[in-house]
T-cell receptor, first 110, second 114 residues
Framework: GDSVTQMEGPVTLSEEAFLTINCTYT??????LFWYVQYPGEGLQLLLK?????DKGSNKGFEATYRKETTSFHLEKGSVQVSDSAVYFC?????????FGTGTSLTVIP | DAGVTQSPTHLIKTRGQQVTLRCSPK?????VSWYQQALGQGPQFIFQ???????QRGNFPDRFSGHQFPNYSSELNVNALLLGDSALYLC?????????????FGEGSRLTVL
C-alpha cells in the first residue's frame, strides 16, 4: 500500500545551520506530496506541496523537490531559526486519502 | 474567517464507554476528514465525509463511525472504547474535490481512555 517514510528524529540544530529532513514514499499512480508542520500547541498546517514530478515546493525559506526517480521529497532550509522548532510531517495524497509519515521533531537552539 | 474548530479539546473516558467528537469545517469547505494521531506518530486516516455520506474509509474498525450534517459540520463517534484508542483526533476540512490538494486541520481533541 501507499506509505511515507521519513527521517527519524529528534533533530537538534544551532541557529543558521542547514537543515535536511529526508522523506521517501511508496505509491501506486502519481501522488501529490506535502510537508506539514506542527508548531507547539498548534494544529498541523501546510508548509509546502508539489503535485507532479520535478515540481519544487517552497515556503518560508523551506524547499522540497518531487523526485520520481528516487521516490523522494526531502525538506531543506539553508539557515534555520529558533522559530522553526516544530514537528515536520511528510505526506502523500492519492485520491481522497492522505498518508503521513511519523514526523520529525526539530529543535533549533540559539 | 474561522478555521477548523473542534470540541472538546480534552476528554477522559473509561474502557467500554462511548465518545462523540465534533468538528466545524473552515468556511467554504464541504469535505471533512478525520484522523487519529497516536503519541509520537503521524496522523492515520479514519474516514472522509462529503455530502453527508462516508466517501472513503481507512483501516479502522466499525466501532468508529461518523456523521456529517447539512451545514457540513461533522461528528466522530467511537464505541466500546479501548485503551489503545487514546490519541489526538484531528479533523481536517477541504473544499470541493480537494482542488487545492490541501487539508486544513483543527487543533484536535485529545482523548484519554483509562
Amino acid at each position: 500500500g501507499d506509505s511515507v517514510t521519513q527521517m527519524e528524529g529528534p533533530v537538534t540544530l544551532s541557529e543558521e545551520a542547514f537543515l535536511t529532513i529526508n522523506c521517501t514514499y511508496t505509491a501506486t499512480g502519481y501522488p501529490s506530496l506535502f510537508w506539514y508542520v506542527q508548531y507547539p500547541g498548534e494544529g498541523l498546517q501546510l508548509l509546502l506541496k508539489a503535485t507532479k514530478a520535478d515540481d519544487k515546493g517552497s515556503n518560508k525559506g523551506f524547499e522540497a523537490t518531487y523526485r520520481k526517480e528516487t521516490t523522494s521529497f526531502h525538506l531543506e532550509k539553508g539557515s534555520v531559526q529558533v522559530s522553526d522548532s516544530a514537528v515536520y510531517f511528510c505526506a502523500l495524497r492519492t485520491g481522497n486519502q492522505f498518508y503521513f509519515g511519523t514526523g520529525t521533531s526539530l529543535t533549533v537552539i540559539p | 474567517d474561522a478555521g477548523v474548530t473542534q470540541s472538546p479539546t480534552h476528554l477522559i473516558k473509561t474502557r467500554g464507554q462511548q465518545v462523540t467528537l465534533r468538528c466545524s469545517p473552515k468556511s467554504g469547505h464541504d469535505t471533512v476528514s478525520w484522523y487519529q494521531q497516536a503519541l509520537g506518530q503521524g496522523p492515520q486516516f479514519i474516514f472522509q465525509y462529503y455530502e453527508e455520506e462516508e466517501r472513503q474509509r481507512g483501516n479502522f474498525p466499525d466501532r468508529f463511525s461518523g456523521h456529517q450534517f447539512p451545514n457540513y459540520s461533522s461528528e466522530l463517534n467511537v464505541n466500546a472504547l479501548l485503551l489503545g484508542d487514546s490519541a489526538l483526533y484531528l479533523c481536517a476540512s477541504s473544499p470541493l474535490g480537494l482542488a487545492t490538494g490541501e487539508l486544513f486541520f483543527g487543533e484536535g481533541s485529545r482523548l484519554t481512555v483509562l
